[in-house]
């Protein structure tokens, strides 16, 4: 009786579906239209996007929901258009395997000219562009290992927290291999570290947990990307020490917690909160990325004298560090060993969502931010997913205190403008997936939003409710506070915001857009109960003034502007 087999592209596709995708995302082109036909006999579902790079940004917003994501793409045109995006998610650890659809294998050995090529014969030039961006790669030419190469390199993507890349040639989509590849799943666990090596580290941190007055823990991006959440949140309960989060760590830690201090962004920070970590004897950071937008501009005071690092790949403990050690171990190591009796704390300062006095006296109309931010964390609910764009929207929410369980989205370290419109198309379909009473919420500006809107028509095509903040300020406010406040270049062309959900194609009937210009109309829209149900796609057109910018933004503008103006 002869073994039963499966074709390769349908082994993939039965892989991804085993690590929790179901929505693939990308555009079709000749080289993948064969690959797409398969999609739905792996139980997965075609998305669709309107371009490779919206794709590209999806994805990064669905894995941040799902923990993992996948889009299709065509060979040359339409994978560079997706690169962008590619790269911010390996910027910001975020897994996504891209699949390329590929010229069959002797067009390649033969080098002929084809479409989409540079003309000279090299099928491998795309490939390798993608390999800096990329934690592993391979191109599909030999059914015979295809397998293990998938295998290979679906694990490193999961594990590293990174995207990948597979090139699948046409006549490989159909190639067979045994059915039995499929038995055993795809080993996810990490590594183990030495166990030695791992025994001192845990010592030493736990002898300065024990010797120190003032402990604070400090939470980052590769804490959410790595998975050491319940760990995080596990050892803020036994130790009761005072916990901040770094921007792109906003969303890592439940703010309900009392031991929540706020958020730590260097000299950009609230003074309460700056305080605490300047004094802090000690300070266990956990998954950081010190760009300068999450360090307010490298003005973070975290000294290697007092702190203790965790990352994904090694440990530093003080001026000493041993690669190899990860995290996620030493936590549990750490966490399960503790003498709980020994630790001290200190008070944690207190974070809530009131307006400051000024704001809430003033005889002004205008929706400030000042006003504006603060504001909103009072309507957000628990379980929120909110989306905010590089820019503001990324300044102002850090003065928002979150509900429990909300997932927050951004991209501070890459910072490509535009971004977050794609990420909430992926975002809502991972929740559509997964849980429909999550609200999935987008703050962007008007000046980002141009670059791309197109995206909510696939939301809409989808039926996804996103409830969409564009916030009109006339143009790129981000760059005005770093150069050129008044220059043409930061302006854009106005558009009628109010009329896009009708543009792109939305039933009247399940869909409202809004303007709102003052406080009195906001206060209206929050205190709407069917607004607030989310019950299908909404757009707030929200008037700000056009020089107007969250308390953090403009002091990061003034340290970003400084360091662009400084010579050798």
Same mark, same amino acid.
């Given at each position: 009786?002869?073994?039963?087999?499966?074709?390769?592209?349908?082994?993939?596709?039965?892989?991804?579906?085993?690590?929790?995708?179901?929505?693939?995302?990308?555009?079709?082109?000749?080289?993948?239209?064969?690959?797409?036909?398969?999609?739905?006999?792996?139980?997965?579902? $075609?998305?669709?996007?309107?371009?490779?790079?919206?794709?590209?940004?999806?994805?990064?917003?669905?894995?941040?929901?799902?923990?993992?994501?996948?889009?299709?793409?065509?060979?040359?045109?339409?994978?560079?258009?997706?690169?962008?995006?590619?790269?911010?998610?390996?910027?910001?650890?975020?897994?996504?395997?891209?699949?390329?659809?590929?010229?069959?294998?002797?067009?390649?050995?033969?080098?002929?000219?084809?479409?989409?090529?540079?003309?000279?014969?090299?099928?491998?030039?795309?490939?390798?562009?993608?390999?800096?961006?990329?934690?592993?790669?391979?191109?599909?030419?030999?059914?015979?290992?295809?397998?293990?190469?998938?295998?290979?390199?679906?694990?490193?993507? $999961?594990?590293?927290?990174?995207?990948?890349?597979?090139?699948?040639?046409?006549?490989?989509?159909?190639?067979?291999?045994?059915?039995?590849?499929?038995?055993?799943?795809?080993?996810?666990?990490?590594?183990?570290?030495?166990?030695?090596?791992?025994?001192?580290?845990?010592?030493?941190?736990?002898?300065?947990?024990?010797?120190?007055?003032?402990?604070?823990?400090?939470?980052?991006?590769?804490?959410?990307?790595?998975?050491?959440?319940?760990?995080?949140?596990?050892?803020?309960?036994?130790?009761?020490?005072?916990?901040?989060?770094?921007?792109?760590?906003?969303?890592?830690?439940?703010?309900?917690?009392?031991?929540?201090?706020?958020?730590?962004?260097?000299?950009?920070?609230?003074?309460?909160?700056?305080?605490?970590?300047?004094?802090?004897?000690?300070?266990?950071?956990?998954?950081?990325?010190?760009?300068?937008?999450?360090?307010?501009?490298?003005?973070?005071?975290?000294?290697?004298?007092?702190?203790?690092?965790?990352?994904?790949?090694?440990?530093?403990?003080?001026?000493?560090?041993?690669?190899?050690?990860?995290?996620?171990?030493?936590?549990?190591?750490?966490?399960?060993?503790?003498?709980?009796?020994?630790?001290?704390?200190?008070?944690?300062?207190?974070?809530?969502?009131?307006?400051?006095?000024?704001?809430?006296?003033?005889?002004?109309?205008?929706?400030?931010?000042?006003?504006?931010?603060?504001?909103?964390?009072?309507?957000?609910?628990?379980?929120?997913?909110?989306?905010?764009?590089?820019?503001?929207?990324?300044?102002?929410?850090?003065?928002?205190?979150?509900?429990?369980?909300?997932?927050?989205?951004?991209?501070?370290?890459?910072?490509?403008?535009?971004?977050?419109?794609?990420?909430?198309?992926?975002?809502?379909?991972?929740?559509?997936?997964?849980?429909?009473?999550?609200?999935?919420?987008?703050?962007?500006?008007?000046?980002?939003?141009?670059?791309?809107?197109?995206?909510?028509?696939?939301?809409?095509?989808?039926?996804?409710?996103?409830?969409?903040?564009?916030?009109?300020?006339?143009?790129?406010?981000?760059?005005?506070?770093?150069?050129?406040?008044?220059?043409?270049?930061?302006?854009?062309?106005? $558009?009628?915001?109010?009329?896009?959900?009708?543009?792109?194609?939305?039933?009247?009937?399940?869909?409202?857009?809004?303007?709102?210009?003052?406080?009195?109309?906001?206060?209206?829209?929050?205190?709407?109960?069917?607004?607030?149900?989310?019950?299908?796609?909404?757009?707030?057109?929200?008037?700000?003034?056009?020089?107007?910018?969250?308390?953090?933004?403009?002091?990061?503008?003034?340290?970003?502007?400084?360091?662009?103006?400084?010579?050798?």
């Amino acid at each position: 009786m002869s073994e039963s087999t499966i074709t390769v592209a349908a082994y993939l596709y039965k892989r991804l579906h085993e690590l929790g995708v179901r929505g693939v995302h990308g555009v079709p082109g000749d080289f993948n239209l064969a690959a797409l036909d398969l999609i739905p006999d792996a139980g997965l579902y $075609w998305v669709g996007n309107c371009n490779e790079l919206n794709a590209a940004y999806a994805c990064d917003g669905y894995a941040r929901v799902k923990g993992i994501s996948a889009m299709i793409t065509t060979f040359g045109v339409g994978e560079l258009s997706a690169l962008n995006g590619i790269a911010g998610a390996y910027s910001e650890h975020v897994p996504i395997v891209h699949i390329v659809g590929m010229p069959n294998s002797s067009s390649q050995k033969n080098g002929l000219l084809l479409h989409h090529t540079l003309g000279n014969g090299d099928f491998k030039v795309y490939e390798k562009m993608s390999r800096f961006i990329s934690e592993d790669s391979c191109v599909l030419l030999d059914p015979h290992n295809a397998a293990a190469e998938i295998d290979r390199v679906l694990r490193n993507c $999961w594990v590293r927290a990174r995207p990948v890349y597979i090139g699948l040639p046409t006549d490989m989509v159909f190639k067979t291999i045994p059915m039995s590849c499929l038995d055993k799943k795809i080993d996810l666990s990490l590594p183990e570290n030495d166990k030695e090596t791992e025994a001192v580290v845990v010592e030493e941190i736990a002898q300065l947990m024990y010797n120190s007055k003032n402990t604070v823990i400090l939470a980052d991006a590769c804490a959410v990307r790595h998975r050491v959440l319940e760990e995080l949140h596990e050892l803020m309960d036994k130790t009761k020490l005072p916990t901040f989060v770094s921007p792109m760590g906003k969303g890592s830690v439940n703010e309900t917690c009392p031991e929540f201090g706020g958020v730590y962004c260097g000299d950009v920070s609230r003074p309460d909160v700056r305080k605490r970590i300047d004094e802090a004897e000690l300070i266990l950071y956990v998954g950081g990325l010190k760009s300068d937008f999450n360090s307010g501009g490298f003005t973070y005071h975290v000294e290697k004298r007092n702190t203790v690092e965790f990352h994904s790949d090694h440990m530093k403990i003080r001026y000493s560090q041993y690669p190899g050690i990860q995290m996620n171990h030493v936590f549990r190591k750490l966490i399960d060993t503790l003498d709980y009796s020994k630790i001290r704390t200190i008070e944690t300062p207190e974070i809530s969502n009131q307006i400051p006095r000024h704001e809430r006296h003033s005889i002004s109309s205008e929706i400030t931010h000042a006003y504006f931010w603060p504001r909103v964390g009072q309507w957000f609910k628990e379980g929120d997913v909110i989306v905010t764009e590089t820019g503001t929207s990324n300044f102002g929410i850090l003065e928002a205190r979150f509900p429990a369980n909300v997932t927050h989205i951004s991209q501070v370290l890459y910072g490509s403008i535009g971004y977050s419109v794609g990420a909430l198309q992926g975002a809502a379909l991972a929740c559509k997936e997964t849980d429909l009473s999550r609200r999935v919420i987008l703050f962007v500006g008007d000046g980002s939003l141009q670059l791309t809107v197109q995206e909510i028509a696939t939301m809409i095509r989808h039926g996804l409710k996103p409830i969409i903040f564009v916030i009109n300020n006339s143009g790129y406010t981000i760059e005005r506070l770093i150069h050129g406040m008044t220059a043409s270049y930061n302006d854009i062309t106005p $558009w009628k915001h109010t009329k896009l959900l009708d543009v792109f194609g939305a039933d009247p009937k399940q869909s409202k857009s809004i303007q709102v210009q003052t406080r009195t109309e906001l206060e209206k829209l929050f205190h709407d109960e069917e607004f607030a149900s989310a019950p299908y796609i909404q757009l707030v057109e929200l008037f700000m003034p056009k020089e107007d910018a969250p308390r953090a933004l403009v002091k990061v503008g003034e340290i970003t502007a400084k360091r662009n103006a400084e010579s050798q």
